[in-house]
């Protein structure tokens, strides 16, 4: 019972994070890929914490909340197409052992979900928009970049959380022995 109202209550404060991100990377123009990189953090905790049903949960949450609160709809379409399922999808490619089948993994994520966004929402997104007018491969190159350094800042973050709190949680369940004879027999 205890560790499910935990899982509950950490589920709900990630969610109400993550809305918050969301809502601030629709309204706050200037720093939107920087608000939506933090509200893809709070996935990679929830899978730490409760494993990847729980990830996923709060992502199909937060997109849910996200387009019934966020007043621009389109805001949330950055969370929605990558940001939110790109901590699952780090989980599972960071299973595989080979760093560079993982950035390449990563990478055909990345090109697939900005596709598909692109195609899906083509004339939502692109209809008064006026695209610069560069070359497809740097376009493409630029895109990789970012996804390189965001995956780069992704890992720290996380490693700073397992550091920083799962020590913590940890350092609770250590018992103190009054003897020396009882360390002794540990």
Same mark, same amino acid.
């Given at each position: 019972? !205890?560790?499910?109202?935990?899982?509950?209550?950490?589920?709900?404060?990630?969610?109400?994070?993550?809305?918050?991100?969301?809502? %601030?990377?629709?309204?706050?123009?200037?720093?939107?890929?920087?608000?939506?990189?933090?509200?893809?953090?709070?996935?990679?905790?929830?899978?730490?914490?409760?494993?990847?049903?729980?990830?996923?949960?709060?992502?199909? &949450?937060?997109?849910?909340?996200?387009?019934?609160?966020?007043?621009?709809?389109?805001?949330?379409?950055?969370?929605?197409?990558?940001?939110?399922?790109? %901590?699952?999808?780090?989980?599972?490619?960071?299973?595989?052992?080979?760093?560079?089948?993982?950035?390449?993994?990563?990478?055909?994520?990345? %090109?697939?979900?900005?596709?598909?966004?692109?195609?899906?929402?083509?004339?939502?997104?692109?209809?008064?928009?006026?695209?610069?007018?560069?070359?497809?491969?740097?376009?493409?190159? &630029? %895109?990789?970049?970012?996804?390189?350094?965001?995956?780069?800042?992704?890992?720290?973050?996380?490693?700073?959380?397992?550091?920083?709190?799962?020590?913590?949680?940890?350092?609770?369940?250590? !018992?103190?022995?009054?003897?020396?004879?009882?360390?002794?027999?540990?």
């Amino acid at each position: 019972m !205890r560790q499910s109202t935990y899982k509950l209550a950490l589920g709900g404060i990630c969610l109400a994070l993550t809305v918050v991100f969301l809502f %601030g990377g629709s309204m706050v123009p200037g720093v939107e890929m920087t608000l939506y990189a933090i509200s893809s953090l709070f996935i990679a905790v929830m899978i730490m914490e409760t494993g990847v049903k729980g990830g996923i949960a709060l992502y199909a &949450a937060a997109v849910l909340l996200g387009f019934l609160i966020v007043p621009s709809k389109l805001g949330v379409l950055p969370y929605a197409c990558f940001f939110g399922p790109y %901590g699952v999808v780090k989980f599972y490619i960071e299973k595989i052992k080979n760093p560079v089948g993982q950035v390449i993994l990563k990478v055909v994520f990345f %090109g697939a979900a900005v596709t598909v966004a692109l195609m899906a929402f083509q004339g939502m997104l692109l209809g008064n928009m006026d695209i610069p007018d560069f070359p497809v491969a740097i376009l493409i190159i &630029a %895109g990789i970049l970012f996804l390189l350094l965001y995956d780069v800042i992704y890992t720290l973050l996380i490693r700073l959380y397992g550091e920083r709190f799962k020590q913590r949680k940890k350092a609770q369940n250590v !018992r103190f022995h009054l003897s020396k004879d009882e360390e002794e027999k540990q």
